[in-house]
């Protein structure tokens, strides 16, 4: 199970990640963005299904990132919970569960690329994400 | 990790890191600022960001940070770098999320002693008139037409459907409008997360607040600026929302591959960047502008809201509750411009993230108002501080490509800030000064409390003193929305 830390930016936030693989990484990485700022109504789930493509595993993983931002902004919708049918360094598919935003804690504007890459460990992966806020 | 060591003190504002630190800087990268801003700036990263620039292919001059810098993606906020047209580059991550990002002021003839037993009144209106919070519907609702109409037109949209009056556009940067920009290069989802919120103010740092003049320091100027001691003033702080978020996030995805199909070398992949002149560079040109016109008819709806505002709850009370436009200037934008560069006149696009534009008197881009005087230039303060309107000047114009701050800048994180004080504490002690704060978020506004913040005094000291930019006047806040 993967894990994240805050880590301390200026303007901006910030966070490490741990994970086992690359599901793991993903959905880590989307769990600890949006504790970030969001507080999520898990009584009325709903579901949606997501194809990704990208170059590499960095804008993979940044443009997962940004997709669960739009949910949040133009749907209200937080999605937390996840199944991922393919997840390569440069597919992702995958099934979404998560529900409407109870209330905001802060803002995200974005998931960027600054200083990203994401490093294969004897653990699994580890990387940085600096978010804009 | 560069350190105060490797830089040269040039003046007693000015720092200079040489090209030679690094091979693979091509300009030398230089801070302004006094010493305890220069201190400062070793405390994050915003150092390394600002050398990463300075490695960008077509820059001239230096990379410069002014003296709020501190650490951002990519630029540091507070960085200003211009890049040949001919073989530079365009950066999304030099520009940001939010696309123009800026400040709106609005000057009032009312005394603060006469408007003050309203204040909450109108607080409390401008609130309901003005939506702020993420996400969330804009005081306007577009149809696509209109959107696309105010993609190409910005405040000159604005203007047509009686949300602007004529004086408004000529005391905006730009007009507020920018050349070439094209609704055509702005793709649905960018659209669809732009269209609802027009006229809307966000979250973040983003705030709408009533200002009292608490010093004049040229009158003359201020005079012209429509501003006067004790006199109430608006400033509303905010950019292009979702769409501009998505355009710039979508451009620098696009421009991943862009460094290896074009043989650009970067330090950082925040700063992906195309040369100016090529067809991804065009087209986020053509984007990045219309995401910008966005923003400067968002700023102008909401200026139009709180012109209502006044008029709810001041007619009758006093006798002109007219507001009119001191200036509204972009701090997060690209833009064409022709500079000095040593003996050469230069087609540049100057990348400003964090910065504001700062031309000097006589520019032939000022209206007919200003061109004696320059430029204004808005610096807002934090909440519970003073905030500055400056003027342009020609040491700008010939040192930092007319640039200079654009506001305190931030010294804490928000983490840093939250362990000082809960939000209700912030409030209780910013109404102790006088402050009236609305907010949407408690945690926000413990996140954007004073002390998080550069002494707005030293920056503005520091440009002053670096003469990038003139003091004309300086305002108090007395009544805060948080976005």
């Not at chain 1, 990208?54 to 739009?70: F, G, K, P, R, S």
């Not at chain 2, 040039?10 to 201190?39: H, K, Q, S, T």
């Not at chain 2, 700062?358 to 230039?377: D, K, S």
Request: proline share 4%; charged share 25%.
């Amino acid at each position: 199970m993967g894990r994240w830390q805050e880590i301390e930016h200026t303007a901006d936030l910030a966070l490490h990640l741990w994970a086992a693989d690359l599901p793991d990484l993903f959905a880590t990485a989307a769990q600890g963005m949006l504790a970030l700022f969001v507080e999520v109504d898990d009584k009325q789930l709903e579901t949606r299904t997501l194809t990704l493509t990208a170059l590499d595993v960095e804008t993979l993983l940044i443009d997962w990132l940004n997709e669960l931002l739009y949910f949040v902004e133009v749907q209200g919708i937080a999605f937390t919970m996840f199944e991922f049918t393919e997840l390569t360094p440069t597919v992702l598919t995958a099934t979404l569960r998560g529900g409407p935003v109870r209330a905001y804690s802060g803002y995200v504007k974005a998931a960027t690329f600054h200083d990203l890459a994401v490093l294969a460990t004897p653990a699994g992966y580890e990387t940085e994400i600096v978010f804009d806020t | 990790m560069v350190q105060k060591s490797d830089f040269e003190q040039i003046n007693d504002y000015v720092w200079e890191l040489p090209a030679a630190y690094d091979g693979r800087m091509r300009v030398p990268a230089r801070i302004y600022g006094n010493e305890e801003v220069f201190e400062a700036a070793f405390r994050d990263s915003s150092m390394t960001q600002l050398m990463n620039v300075a490695m960008l292919p077509g820059i001239v001059k230096y990379a410069m940070a002014m003296p709020d810098v501190h650490q951002g993606y990519g630029f540091p906020i507070g960085g200003v770098a211009a890049f040949r047209w001919d073989e530079g580059i365009i950066s999304p991550g030099g520009v940001g999320y939010d696309i123009n990002c800026g400040v709106r002021m609005l000057a009032s003839q009312i005394d603060y002693a006469a408007l003050e037993p309203y204040l909450k009144d109108l607080i409390a209106s401008i609130d309901r008139n003005c939506p702020s919070g993420v996400g969330g519907k804009g005081a306007v609702q577009l149809s696509d037409k209109e959107l696309d109409d105010v993609l190409d037109r910005g405040t000159e949209w604005a203007l047509s459907k009686g949300y602007a009056q004529r004086d408004d556009l000529e005391r905006t940067e730009s007009r507020g409008r920018i050349a070439g920009a094209q609704a055509g290069a702005v793709d649905a989802r960018a659209k669809e997360r732009g269209r609802p919120q027009m006229g809307s103010l966000g979250a973040g740092n983003h705030f709408l607040e009533i200002d009292v003049v608490d010093e004049v320091y040229d009158v003359e100027v201020a005079d012209a600026m429509g501003l006067s001691q004790d006199r109430v003033v608006v400033q509303i702080h905010c950019g292009s929302r979702g769409l501009g978020h998505e355009v710039c996030g979508q451009y620098i995805r696009v421009l991943q591959d862009a460094p290896r199909r074009y043989g650009i070398d970067i330090p950082d992949r925040e700063l992906v960047a195309a040369p100016v002149d090529s067809r991804e560079g065009r087209d986020y040109l053509a984007a990045m502008s219309a995401a910008a016109n966005y923003a400067f008819t968002n700023r102008q709806i909401l200026a139009h809201f709180v012109r209502r505002s006044f008029e709810q709850v001041m007619a009758g009370k006093v006798k002109n509750w007219h507001l009119t436009q001191v200036y509204d200037v972009t701090h997060n934008i690209a833009k064409i411009e022709e500079h000095q560069v040593g003996s050469q006149r230069m087609r540049v696009i100057v990348h400003r993230k964090g910065a504001t534009r700062a031309f000097p008197p006589r520019h032939p881009e000022l209206p007919t108002v200003y061109r004696e005087i320059g430029q204004p230039v808005l610096v807002p303060g934090s909440m519970g501080t003073a905030s500055y309107v400056l003027v342009g000047t020609e040491t700008a114009m010939a040192e930092t490509f007319g640039s200079t701050c654009h506001g305190a800048g931030r010294t804490m994180s928000r983490n840093a800030a939250l362990k000082q004080a809960r939000g209700e504490q912030v409030r209780a002690d910013l109404s102790q000064q006088g402050i009236m704060v609305r907010t949407g978020s408690l945690k926000g506004l413990a996140e954007e409390a004073p002390y998080a913040y550069k002494d707005v005094d030293i920056v503005v000291d520091s440009v002053s003193g670096a003469g990038l930019a003139r003091k004309v006047a300086r305002v108090r806040p007395v009544a805060v929305i948080k976005g």
